[in-house]
């Protein structure tokens, strides 16, 4: 990417977590596992007390409808895969990042990946937005890449949360 790229990425993830701080904080463990429709990927618990999720390769199509509990489990699994390969470390794989279990504990860890997030921003220089990451992908591409998709990916999560709230309220009399 070229120079000056970082700033307006750095911007971008700010504008989102700012409107990720609108819904999350307003999540209770009912939200969380609320189905929107009959089938819809969400968390479960297990014997061991671990909280997993729906999960089918490949992806059907069409896709189903998720749960808030499943999309925040997939905002850690992402978010923890990133910041694990940025720091050359390998990244989870998606059956060994559990839902934390509660609302609570979700605003908890999201925080703290936010976070990290921004700390590992304030530590990159323009020159670093070239250096070689292959993640999410298989194949490397720059560094600046996987952090636009990481503002997509926020975006595009909190989005999806902030409609499943809604729908969530509007079917409450």
Known sequence: MRSGHLSPLTWQFELTWKLATIHLPQLTDEVCLWQPAPGSWTVRRGADGNWRPDWVVPEPEPAPMVTIG??????IWW?????????QETPPAHDAVYWPGSAAAVWQRLEELAAEHRGWLSRLTVADLDQSLAYPWTDPRPLGYALAWANSELMKNVA?????????AAARP
């Open 70 to 75: 499943w999309l925040t489990w997939q905002m």
């Open 79 to 87: 978010w923890s895969g990133l910041l694990a390969a940025a720091s």
């Open 160 to 168: 999806e949360i902030g409609y499943v709230r809604h729908l969530f």
